[in-house]
């Protein structure tokens, strides 16, 4: 009988830790705020882009209040929103949405709610404590500028030299359409960067382009690389090309655009996403054997 009994409540305690965590208390009012929000109607992409944020805020509130170790709001309501992904991007989705190219196909790139949530507190707890902007933080990170302080509030500002930025592109064609061919194939959209004077002082201009990891990458499946080119300038798809190959391992199949403005997190600075695949071990086979008959010949 005492074997019975403990058997039994072994069951039972199994059970009972089997049983998902009670949904804390604020919960069901902030993820009803959230359908709410994301409900619409909305009038253009943009602000379906601004009612998905404003969800997102309601539930990482309502899980920050529930304490740690709470388990995550249900981010269900977030499936198929613009930038949020709870799903793996695949190469073969990659490259297709790439190809469309629309603002409401580069809107199904994006990161999962924790991701999000990860990018947003660092934003708001770490840069922007210590910066006068995201934008000043990327122009001493990404280009090396020398900052000055406010004394008000302590915070940094990047120097940027007179004319260090210019907005066209150095061939004067448009940063539309398509660059490159193939896997390679990718689409650029002009996005405004900040700058005191359209070339330096003695009207000469030196183009810089840095390659930087993107510190929040996109929710992607493994063996997907994702980095940022940052130029001084608009770069025409040609010399995002050209970069690029330089960049990219051979053999490497490879893809980037550049986000609409809606989709920018900093439209301030030019920046291309430029993703690559790893090649397979196919892939180097095929690589080395078609050497081995170049070698041959």
Known sequence: ??????????????????????????????????????????????????????AMRQLFDAWDAAGPGAPPPAWDI????????????????LTGIVADGSE?????????????????????????????????????????FPYEVNQADGKVSAVVPPGFFRNDSGDGSSVHGAGGSGAGAGHGSGAACSSAADGAADGSFR???????????????????????????????????AAVTERVP???QHTWFVN?????S????????VLWQQPTAADSSTALGANAAVDGI
Not at 80 to 90: F, M, Q
Not at 229 to 238: G, I
Request: aromatic share 10%; charged share 20%.
């Open 1 to 54: 009988m005492g074997q019975s009994l403990n058997a039994l409540s072994g069951r039972a305690a199994a059970a009972e830790a089997s049983q998902p965590p009670p949904t804390p208390p604020g919960y069901a009012a902030a993820e009803a705020r959230a359908r709410e929000l994301l409900a619409g109607p909305f009038s253009c992409y943009a602000d379906e882009v601004k009612g998905t944020g404003a």
């Open 104 to 144: 409401r196909a580069l809107g199904a790139l994006g990161r999962t709610p924790e991701q999000i949530k990860g990018y947003w507190d660092y934003r708001d707890r770490v840069i922007l404590q210590e910066n006068a902007s995201v934008a000043d933080y990327l122009l001493l990170k990404v280009f090396g």
């Open 250 to 252: 051979p053999a490497s």
């Open 266 to 273: 900093v439209p301030a600075i030019w920046h291309a996403h």
């Open 260 to 264: 609409t403005p809606t989709l920018q």
């Open 207 to 241: 183009l810089v382009t840095v390659w930087r990891e993107n510190d929040f990458p996109y929710y992607l499946e493994p063996g997907i690389t994702h980095m940022n080119l940052w130029a001084n300038r608009p770069l025409a798809p040609a010399e995002v090309e």
């Open 78 to 93: 977030l499936r198929g929103r613009p930038g949020v992904r709870l799903k793996p991007i695949s190469w073969r989705e």
